[in-house]
Protein backbone atom coordinates (compact mmCIF):
# COMPACT_ATOMS: atom_id res chain seq x y z
CA UNK A 1 0.00 0.00 0.00
CA UNK A 2 1.08 3.31 -0.62
CA UNK A 3 -0.06 6.53 1.62
CA UNK A 4 -2.47 7.92 -0.40
CA UNK A 5 -3.85 4.32 -0.26
CA UNK A 6 -4.55 4.24 3.75
CA UNK A 7 -6.01 8.09 3.47
CA UNK A 8 -8.44 7.26 0.71
CA UNK A 9 -9.43 3.93 3.00
CA UNK A 10 -10.30 6.29 5.49
CA UNK A 11 -12.10 8.96 4.36
CA UNK A 12 -14.02 6.19 2.01
CA UNK A 13 -15.30 4.55 4.77
CA UNK A 14 -15.51 7.37 7.45
CA UNK A 15 -12.76 5.75 9.76
CA UNK A 16 -11.01 9.11 9.64
CA UNK A 17 -12.56 12.48 8.56
CA UNK A 18 -10.86 14.88 10.90
CA UNK A 19 -8.65 17.20 8.70
CA UNK A 20 -6.14 17.81 11.33
CA UNK A 21 -5.48 14.67 11.39
CA UNK A 22 -5.33 13.57 8.53
CA UNK A 23 -3.17 16.40 6.96
CA UNK A 24 -0.57 15.47 9.99
CA UNK A 25 -0.73 11.93 8.66
CA UNK A 26 0.33 13.22 5.18
CA UNK A 27 3.05 15.19 6.71
CA UNK A 28 5.16 12.96 8.96
CA UNK A 29 7.14 10.15 7.23
CA UNK A 30 6.67 7.07 8.87
CA UNK A 31 9.30 5.08 6.89
CA UNK A 32 11.35 7.32 9.44
CA UNK A 33 9.96 5.62 12.10
CA UNK A 34 9.97 2.10 11.23
CA UNK A 35 13.29 -0.47 11.57
CA UNK A 36 15.23 -0.32 8.17
CA UNK A 37 14.16 -3.61 7.40
CA UNK A 38 10.82 -2.87 7.97
CA UNK A 39 10.87 0.52 5.32
CA UNK A 40 8.92 -1.15 2.51
CA UNK A 41 6.05 -2.02 4.76
CA UNK A 42 6.03 1.68 6.09
CA UNK A 43 2.25 2.05 4.83
CA UNK A 44 0.71 -1.62 5.29
CA UNK A 45 -2.11 -0.83 7.35
CA UNK A 46 -0.05 -3.21 10.40
CA UNK A 47 2.02 -2.86 13.74
CA UNK A 48 5.64 -3.25 13.05
CA UNK A 49 8.01 -4.63 15.66
CA UNK A 50 10.56 -2.11 16.98
CA UNK A 51 13.42 -2.77 19.48
CA UNK A 52 12.42 -4.55 22.60
CA UNK A 53 9.73 -6.34 21.71
CA UNK A 54 7.84 -3.63 21.74
CA UNK A 55 6.00 -1.82 18.38
CA UNK A 56 4.73 0.63 16.37
CA UNK A 57 0.73 0.88 16.15
CA UNK A 58 -0.60 0.11 12.75
CA UNK A 59 -1.61 3.44 11.01
CA UNK A 60 -5.44 2.72 11.58
CA UNK A 61 -4.62 3.03 15.32
CA UNK A 62 -2.65 5.80 15.47
CA UNK A 63 -5.11 7.98 13.48
CA UNK A 64 -8.13 6.77 15.59
CA UNK A 65 -6.46 7.24 18.75
CA UNK A 66 -5.68 11.39 16.91
CA UNK A 67 -8.65 12.08 15.97
CA UNK A 68 -10.59 11.06 19.18
CA UNK A 69 -7.91 13.09 21.35
CA UNK A 70 -9.28 16.22 19.56
CA UNK A 71 -6.08 17.86 19.94
CA UNK A 72 -5.14 21.21 18.60
CA UNK A 73 -2.56 24.15 17.59
CA UNK A 74 -1.38 25.53 21.07
CA UNK A 75 -2.28 22.42 23.20
CA UNK A 76 -0.12 21.19 26.19
CA UNK A 77 -0.01 17.33 25.05
CA UNK A 78 1.85 14.58 27.52
CA UNK A 79 2.19 11.31 25.75
CA UNK A 80 3.05 7.74 27.75
CA UNK A 81 5.01 5.41 25.52
CA UNK A 82 6.77 7.62 23.25
CA UNK A 83 8.23 3.79 21.33
CA UNK A 84 9.71 5.27 17.89
CA UNK A 85 7.92 8.37 18.43
CA UNK A 86 5.90 8.48 15.63
CA UNK A 87 2.57 9.21 17.14
CA UNK A 88 4.23 12.49 19.14
CA UNK A 89 5.68 13.24 15.82
CA UNK A 90 2.02 13.16 14.49
CA UNK A 91 0.79 15.14 17.61
CA UNK A 92 3.16 17.74 17.00
CA UNK A 93 1.97 18.63 13.31
CA UNK A 94 -1.34 19.35 14.94
CA UNK A 95 -0.08 21.40 17.86
CA UNK A 96 2.06 23.37 15.86
CA UNK A 97 4.91 25.78 16.53
CA UNK A 98 2.95 27.53 19.71
CA UNK A 99 2.12 24.06 21.46
CA UNK A 100 4.05 21.38 22.77
CA UNK A 101 4.25 17.28 23.27
CA UNK A 102 5.60 16.13 26.35
CA UNK A 103 6.47 12.09 25.59
CA UNK A 104 7.84 9.64 28.05
CA UNK A 105 9.61 5.97 27.30
CA UNK A 106 10.77 4.21 29.60
CA UNK A 107 13.17 2.09 28.29
CA UNK A 108 16.80 3.47 27.01
CA UNK A 109 17.03 1.96 23.98
CA UNK A 110 13.17 2.87 22.92
CA UNK A 111 14.53 6.40 24.19
CA UNK A 112 17.60 6.66 22.28
CA UNK A 113 15.49 5.35 18.89
CA UNK A 114 12.66 8.55 19.32
CA UNK A 115 15.19 10.84 20.19
CA UNK A 116 16.91 9.96 16.89
CA UNK A 117 13.51 9.77 14.98
CA UNK A 118 12.70 13.37 16.85
CA UNK A 119 15.51 15.41 15.81
CA UNK A 120 13.57 17.54 13.45
CA UNK A 121 10.46 17.95 15.62
CA UNK A 122 11.08 21.28 18.28
CA UNK A 123 7.90 21.53 20.21
CA UNK A 124 8.24 17.67 21.41
CA UNK A 125 10.55 17.34 24.60
CA UNK A 126 11.41 13.36 25.29
CA UNK A 127 12.06 12.29 28.54
CA UNK A 128 13.82 8.88 29.41
CA UNK A 129 11.15 7.94 32.86
CA UNK A 130 8.53 6.20 33.54
CA UNK A 131 5.38 8.04 32.64
CA UNK A 132 2.60 5.90 34.14
CA UNK A 133 2.44 8.42 37.12
CA UNK A 134 2.55 11.06 34.24
CA UNK A 135 4.58 14.39 34.31
CA UNK A 136 3.49 16.41 37.26
CA UNK A 137 6.40 19.03 36.61
CA UNK A 138 4.91 20.06 33.45
CA UNK A 139 0.70 19.41 34.62
CA UNK A 140 -1.39 20.30 34.30
CA UNK A 141 -2.35 19.27 30.27
CA UNK A 142 -4.61 19.72 27.69
CA UNK A 143 -4.80 16.65 26.38
CA UNK A 144 -3.05 13.01 27.86
CA UNK A 145 -2.53 9.89 25.29
CA UNK A 146 -1.04 6.65 26.78
CA UNK A 147 0.16 4.32 24.08
CA UNK A 148 0.05 1.52 26.01
CA UNK A 149 -2.51 -1.24 27.30
CA UNK A 150 -3.52 -0.01 31.80
CA UNK A 151 -4.84 -2.51 33.78
CA UNK A 152 -7.26 0.40 35.18
CA UNK A 153 -7.54 3.91 34.62
CA UNK A 154 -4.91 5.99 36.69
CA UNK A 155 -6.08 8.70 39.08
CA UNK A 156 -2.58 10.42 38.87
CA UNK A 157 -3.03 10.75 35.30
CA UNK A 158 -6.88 12.12 35.54
CA UNK A 159 -5.31 14.90 37.90
CA UNK A 160 -2.55 15.88 35.63
CA UNK A 161 -5.31 16.92 33.32
CA UNK A 162 -7.13 20.20 32.98
CA UNK A 163 -10.96 20.43 33.62
CA UNK A 164 -12.58 20.01 29.88
CA UNK A 165 -9.29 17.97 28.85
CA UNK A 166 -9.29 14.60 27.37
CA UNK A 167 -7.27 11.79 28.44
CA UNK A 168 -7.14 8.28 25.64
CA UNK A 169 -5.95 5.55 27.16
CA UNK A 170 -6.09 1.41 26.36
CA UNK A 171 -7.21 -0.26 29.40
CA UNK A 172 -7.85 -3.83 30.13
CA UNK A 173 -6.93 -6.88 32.61
CA UNK A 174 -6.18 -9.11 29.74
CA UNK A 175 -2.72 -9.29 27.99
CA UNK A 176 -4.62 -9.71 24.52
CA UNK A 177 -7.38 -7.17 24.48
CA UNK A 178 -8.19 -3.89 25.53
CA UNK A 179 -10.87 -0.99 24.98
CA UNK A 180 -9.78 2.61 24.07
CA UNK A 181 -11.29 4.82 26.65
CA UNK A 182 -11.50 8.29 25.92
CA UNK A 183 -12.24 10.38 29.16
CA UNK A 184 -13.58 13.95 29.42
CA UNK A 185 -12.58 15.69 32.25
CA UNK A 186 -15.40 17.64 33.49
CA UNK A 187 -16.28 19.57 36.67
CA UNK A 188 -18.62 16.87 37.67
CA UNK A 189 -18.90 13.32 36.53
CA UNK A 190 -15.85 12.54 34.27
CA UNK A 191 -17.82 11.04 30.98
CA UNK A 192 -16.28 7.85 29.28
CA UNK A 193 -16.88 6.69 25.99
CA UNK A 194 -15.41 3.34 24.91
CA UNK A 195 -13.79 3.73 21.46
CA UNK A 196 -13.97 -0.44 20.86
CA UNK A 197 -10.91 -3.37 21.00
CA UNK A 198 -7.34 -2.64 20.58
CA UNK A 199 -4.33 -4.37 21.21
CA UNK A 200 -1.51 -2.69 23.32
CA UNK A 201 2.16 -3.83 24.54
CA UNK A 202 1.33 -3.27 28.70
CA UNK A 203 2.34 -0.26 30.57
CA UNK A 204 4.85 -0.53 32.91
CA UNK A 205 3.90 0.42 36.62
CA UNK A 206 6.17 0.68 39.37
N1 LIG B 1 3.51 5.58 20.61
C1 LIG B 1 4.51 4.64 20.09
C2 LIG B 1 4.13 3.19 20.26
C3 LIG B 1 4.07 2.82 21.69
S1 LIG B 1 4.56 1.16 22.08
C4 LIG B 1 4.82 4.96 18.63
O1 LIG B 1 4.24 5.88 18.07
O2 LIG B 1 5.71 4.31 18.09
C5 LIG B 1 4.50 1.38 23.82
C6 LIG B 1 5.73 1.99 24.42
O3 LIG B 1 5.43 2.34 25.77
C7 LIG B 1 6.93 1.06 24.48
O4 LIG B 1 8.03 1.64 23.82
C8 LIG B 1 7.18 0.89 25.97
O5 LIG B 1 8.54 0.76 26.30
C9 LIG B 1 6.60 2.17 26.53
N2 LIG B 1 6.21 2.13 27.96
C10 LIG B 1 5.65 1.11 28.64
N3 LIG B 1 5.43 1.47 29.91
C11 LIG B 1 5.85 2.76 30.05
C12 LIG B 1 5.90 3.68 31.12
N4 LIG B 1 5.45 3.35 32.34
N5 LIG B 1 6.40 4.92 30.91
C13 LIG B 1 6.86 5.27 29.67
N6 LIG B 1 6.86 4.43 28.62
C14 LIG B 1 6.36 3.20 28.79
Known sequence: M?????INYWKDNY?????RALEAFRRVP???????????????????PTLQNQTISQPTTVLIMTQALEA????KILEVGAGSGYQAAILSEIVKEKGIIYTTEILKELYDFAKNNLIK?????LLHTDGSKGLSKFAPFDRIIVTAAAKKIPDILLEQLKTQ??????VGESFYVQQMLKI???KEKNII??????????????
Not at 2 to 6: E, H, P, R, T
Open 193 to 206: ENLGDFVFVPLRQG
Open 15 to 19: IITDK
Open 121 to 125: YKNIK
Open 165 to 170: GILLIP
Open 30 to 48: RENFVLPQYKDQSYEDIAL
Open 72 to 75: KPGQ
Open 184 to 186: KKT
Open 2 to 6: QKQDL
